[in-house]
């Protein structure tokens, strides 16, 4: 009997202005990309607060990836600084958790990627495979 | 409980020939809420609405789940849709199952009609929580603006304008008019760029709803649509328009020759300057970097060494209405306007990078707007086609397409749509100029696609006696006079050599100096090389995604100048048609802060990008009120709060949260 291979479950979160459109680009495009990550659309990566990410861990996500628009392209001014900064000082919290480096990924994806978008996923889906199975806390 | 209705888009084959619909609504039947599913060919289609319509009336459904396309494809439609059977707009929610599954899976349709299921159960989770919205009124400031005056940004200002409404146009350069300004013929009717340009530029100039700003910059921009505050920034040009006259004197008088960038480079101009005879405004400005009077006075201010320049001041001397100041600022120019069109056009690409072709070092190597210059009647030779080397009639002329385009190597693999036909155009010209002129032109394709385009690039090689040769070419060297090109004619597949007298470089498009700053100064969105994104490609070829922001001409990708012209024309019509309406909608998605909640710290009104975080006095402490005319529903003061004071509505944490227990239950 072979073994079933181990299919995480990955939570995207995007900003819609950048990284929601590059998605959409990707499709578009018609990019395949694994099909682990189920997309969560807000307004901007600034509006993501850490208590979303560890809930999502919580709750047994194997990984969590937040995308939004290129530093210094935010439709919202200055938000993925915002969330730059945050989610900075969020990993090392993540960790001491128990929640291991390779889990949580910071990306910027702009409106036009769709391409980088499609490896973004890929790349990141072959890191959490790698971690295996998390469960819940 | 609420009453969700979930409608399942084919999108023909679209999403159901990958993702499995009947499976999907199979399972979607079993999710908390949901109490009626139907599915559709087309959903967006008139047939597809009206039986969305009809079923949240039969049904008595109170919250609707559309899995479809992206929602930034037809959010709108769809709200409207719910809208018209007298349920809340934003009592609706659209499941991605097309961009962001069936057309990203099509490899996997098990795993796309799974993940189907996962995000309209998303949807369905969220929707049960969504609330009533409602859109707020604001008013319209009737004036807009138009950055760069180049044909599509002359275009639009004239179109807003002649609709009766007021028009800023700014622009960088010390004239209106662009590239264009530059050229000598347009292809493919040969139409003498200068004559059918300058009399719109002159119209710009007299048109009483246009406030014309040359040698000016956008400096910032707030606001939203419908009221953006925009500050410009006015350089100092030391001339008082005013009281000039534009006699000419000073510029005649100007001891001090630099090169000159509308030339090019192959004509010269004096520091006080216009930078062509037809330029609007038809007043100098002065150049301090080569002027003669500032080099002194940063001599005198930084106490140099060596031998003083002169303190020269000719042109002040000479003014009959002494307009010459020297001790004029660069001035902050306020001002409210409703829409904003951007239209800061191309530069051609640096070819010095290319150094097989000389990389800029032999002088007779020229790009292709050089020889524009060199064959304008205006230009430096006034129309004589010569080398820059020796001042001699060229008789064999070589032209290299696509000199930074469809070029990964240097990274510009986009095809600059305009060279194949100026090539010919100008290989045709200078035939014209001088009979005994054989021109070659190296091509990797000839691209001629576009009304009477392709019969002229047919004219130039049957009746003009262009030669096309099919390849690129390896090297460039200079041999005695002359300059050799080593290519291959990959269709007879053997190795030529011509000598020629002249090369011209057919230089690609590229976003023109400080495109990609506009664009963040606006934070509209930019692609890699900086052009301009469209809110859509085919859909919204001149909006962004920031409503009231339009784009046009060059800036959004290489065009050519009828399509420059249509650009315009069409971002105009977009701007007239929102200043036509006295008030515009709010979208209601905005933050909402809970003054129980509140402790006053500030923190949120500090975050804020758009200052619409007022502190109000209320029960002895100050707390933070949002003023949902300036939110725009990033959600930062959210994220940002402390005490989770503020909520953002249509995103608030419950919503997010139900769809993260949805995946993770």
């Known amino acids: 009997m072979s073994v079933e291979e181990f299919q995480p479950r990955i939570i995207g979160f995007l900003c819609n202005w950048c990284s929601y459109a590059g998605a959409d680009m990707a499709g578009t495009s018609r990019m395949t990309y694994p099909s682990n990550v189920r997309i969560i659309r807000l307004p901007c990566s600034g509006r993501v607060n850490p208590m979303i990410i560890f809930k999502a861990f919580q709750q047994g996500a194997d990984g969590v990836m937040v995308s939004g628009c290129h530093p210094g392209d935010c439709h919202y001014v200055d938000g993925n600084y915002y969330a730059r900064r945050r989610l900075a000082m969020l990993e090392p919290f993540l960790e001491y958790l128990g929640i291991e480096k390779g889990r949580f990924q910071l990306e910027w994806v702009s409106a036009s990627e769709g391409k980088k978008w499609s490896q973004v996923v890929a790349r990141f889906t072959d890191t959490v495979k790698s971690l295996g199975p998390r469960g819940k806390i | ?665």
């Not at chain 2, 397409?401 to 510009?412: H, I, M, Q």
């Not at chain 2, 700053?517 to 301009?532: E, W």
């Open chain 2, 1 to 665: 409980m609420p009453r969700v209705g979930v409608f399942l888009c084919h999108c023909g084959t679209n999403i159901a020939g990958v993702v499995d619909i009947p499976t999907v609504a199979e399972a979607v039947k079993q999710f908390p809420g949901v109490v009626y599913v139907d599915d559709n060919k087309f959903s967006c289609s008139e047939p597809g609405q009206a039986a969305i319509r009809q079923s949240i009336i039969d049904n008595g459904l109170d919250r609707v789940v559309i899995s479809a396309c992206s929602p930034r494809m037809h959010e709108i439609t769809f709200r409207k849709a719910v809208s018209a059977a007298g349920l809340n707009p934003y009592l609706m929610e659209i499941a991605n199952i097309r961009e962001h599954c069936s057309w990203v899976h099509s490899d996997n349709k098990e795993a796309a009609t799974e993940k189907a299921i996962e995000l309209v159960k998303m949807a369905v989770a969220k929707v049960s929580l969504h609330q009533e919205l409602f859109r707020k009124r604001i008013s319209m400031e009737k004036k807009a603006l138009v950055i760069g005056g180049g044909i599509a940004g002359i275009q639009a200002a004239l179109d807003i304008a002649n609709a009766g409404h007021q028009v800023i146009l700014v622009e960088r350069e010390p004239t209106i008019g662009g590239r264009m300004a530059q050229l000598d013929k347009t292809f493919p009717t040969l139409d003498c760029s200068a004559c059918i340009l300058s009399p719109k530029m002159v119209d710009v100039s007299q048109h009483p709803n246009i406030r014309l700003l040359t040698y000016s910059e956008v400096e910032k921009v707030q606001g939203f649509v419908g009221n953006f505050e925009v500050e410009i920034r006015q350089r100092a040009r030391y001339v008082n328009h005013t009281t000039c006259t534009g006699c000419g004197i000073c510029w005649q008088k100007c001891p001090e020759k630099v090169p000159g960038e509308f030339e090019e480079g192959t004509g010269q101009r004096t520091s006080v300057y216009i930078p062509f005879p037809q330029a609007v405004p038809s007043k100098p400005v002065i150049d301090t970097v080569s002027c003669r009077y500032f080099k002194y006075l940063d001599f005198i201010d930084k106490k140099m060494e060596g031998k003083k320049p002169p303190p020269c001041r000719i042109c002040e001397k000479l003014c009959p209405p002494q307009a010459i100041d020297w001790e004029q600022k660069d001035e902050i120019i306020r001002e409210t306007v409703g829409a904003i069109v951007v239209a800061t056009g191309f530069k051609t690409f640096d070819h010095s990078v290319y150094g097989e072709y000389g990389g800029g070092r032999i002088p007779d190597v020229i790009t292709s707007l050089q020889l524009e210059r060199l064959m304008n009647a205006s230009g430096p030779t006034l129309g004589e086609v010569v080398r820059p080397s020796d001042g001699t009639h060229p008789k064999t002329v070589v032209f290299l397409s696509c000199v930074g385009s469809r070029d990964e190597a240097k990274g510009r693999p986009y095809c600059s749509k305009i060279c194949c036909m100026y090539m010919a155009k100008q290989a045709l010209m200078l035939k014209e100029h001088d009979p005994g002129v054989q021109s070659y032109i190296f091509y990797i394709d000839i691209r001629a696609g576009g009304k009477d385009f392709e019969e002229f690039t047919r004219r130039a090689q049957e009746e003009f006696g262009v030669l096309y040769l099919r390849g690129r070419v390896s090297k460039i060297y200079q041999d005695d006079k002359k300059l050799m090109v080593c290519g291959e004619d990959s269709l007879i597949g053997r190795p030529v050599e011509i000598a020629a007298d002249m090369v011209v470089l057919a230089t690609g498009v590229e976003p023109s100096e400080g495109a990609a700053k506009v664009a963040q100064t606006l934070n509209i969105s930019y692609d890699t090389y900086g052009f301009m994104v469209e809110a859509h490609p085919k859909l919204r070829p001149v909006e962004t995604n920031t409503d009231g922001i339009l784009v046009a001409g060059a800036c959004v990708g290489p065009r050519d100048i009828p399509d420059s012209v249509a650009h315009g024309g069409a971002a105009a019509a977009k701007v007239i048609g929102l200043l036509s309406q006295d008030t515009l909608t709010t979208e209601p998605l905005t933050a909402a802060i809970d003054a129980s909640r509140c402790t006053g710290c500030l923190l949120c009104s500090q975050i804020c990008p758009f200052q619409a975080i007022d502190m109000v006095p209320a029960n002895g402490k100050s707390i933070a009120v949002v003023n949902e005319g300036l939110c725009k529903g990033c959600g930062l003061c959210v994220a940002a709060c402390r005490s989770t004071a503020p909520s953002l509505k249509g995103y608030t944490d419950a919503q997010i949260l139900s769809e993260v227990l949805a995946l993770c239950p």
